[in-house]
């Protein structure tokens, strides 16, 4: 217990120092499933998340997973690679905006009239703005890409046959063109099985307020957050399908969300459809209201995901896709 009561004090020794700016930039690489599921971080799921509980009870099959998502009607994309071995877990993200026109230096100033070194009768020969029967150059505007890059490494211990606790350790990397940063955070987490398929989860991510440095000398500071979740595995002895509720509270331990005025708590949750452990389907709901779903065939050797969401910001910016792959190394015997 003396790891449990460590874990949790933690976040209040950094709470008076840290500052919230909302959401975790790299949610869209949330796995699928966990995503489908109402953006589950307290408990673990098929493919390691970032931020999220890696804990197990039981040791998971030896996989290797890539994920690809085309968000906003595809100008933002992301792509992770994580997989699992023994205690370890570990997750790679990258995610961009490509082709981005930089017009700077592509405006042709002529002034109103449209013609070079005459004098405009209002002035706005040179004057620095795009104004009426001016145009740019199209040869002279050049593109640029912003990217993220994210790296986790998890490890699980197994306190005993019913409870684990697992830490993991992330490195961040933002480069925004004209500006980038680097920054490290810890995550920690508990999984805890009281009876038969009920498991409890607990995760605190950015338990110390992971900080990001950038170039231009600003700090940035992520506060942490608790996340505390519950599944239960429903079966009938006549239907073929299995009913899997998930349930999952959210805190923020350092009050609200100033930015996107979201209060200090809320909660999510979904469920999941199994049939004969072969197809997954998955409904959910998020902190924010937003519906999601998703589906998971699982065969020998692969598993195949799909999600998407239907929020209001993808009727203005389009929609966003999630696609997914698992490779399970275990049944191809290649170690």
């Not at 925004?176 to 991510?205: A, M, R």
């Amino acid at each position: 217990m003396k790891y449990c009561f460590f874990l949790f004090l933690l976040p209040l020794f950094s709470m008076a120092e840290t500052v919230s700016y909302g959401e975790d930039p790299f949610v869209l690489g949330m796995s699928i499933d966990a995503y489908a599921l109402g953006n589950i971080k307290a408990l673990p799921m098929a493919n390691p998340s970032p931020g999220a509980n890696v804990a197990f009870l039981e040791r998971p099959e030896l996989k290797l997973s890539f994920q690809h998502t085309e968000g906003f009607g595809g100008v933002y994309q992301t792509d992770v690679l994580s997989g699992n071995k023994d205690q370890w877990s570990f997750l790679i993200f990258r995610g961009g905006v490509s082709g981005i026109p930089d017009t700077r230096d592509a405006l042709l100033d002529y002034g109103t009239d449209g013609l070079a070194d005459t004098q405009d009768a209002d002035s706005t020969e040179g004057n620095g703005r795009l104004d009426p029967g001016e145009r740019l150059s199209v040869n002279s505007i050049s593109y640029f890409s912003t990217q993220q890059f994210l790296g986790e490494l998890g490890y699980t211990h197994l306190l005993n046959s019913r409870l684990a606790l697992h830490g993991t350790a992330r490195l961040l990397y933002h480069d925004l063109y004209s500006e980038s940063g680097f920054g490290v955070g810890f995550h920690g987490g508990l999984l805890y099985e009281p009876i038969n398929k009920l498991q409890l989860g607990v995760e605190i991510t950015d338990m110390l307020g992971t900080t990001l440095f950038w170039s231009s000398g600003l700090t940035e500071v992520f506060a942490p957050q608790l996340y505390l979740g519950a599944d239960y595995r429903l079966s009938f002895q006549k239907v073929p399908f299995v009913l899997h509720p998930v349930f999952q509270l959210e805190f923020s331990l350092s009050g609200d969300q100033a930015e996107l005025k979201q209060g200090s708590w809320g909660y999510s949750g979904g469920l999941e459809i199994v049939f004969q452990e072969q197809l997954h389907i998955q409904l959910g709901r998020n902190a924010l209201n937003q519906f999601q779903v998703g589906a998971l065939i699982r065969t020998r050797y692969l598993d195949l995901h799909y999600g998407t969401g239907f929020s209001e910001l993808t009727t203005i910016a389009g929609q966003t896709h999630r696609v997914g792959v698992g490779f399970k190394l275990g049944e191809l015997d290649l170690f």
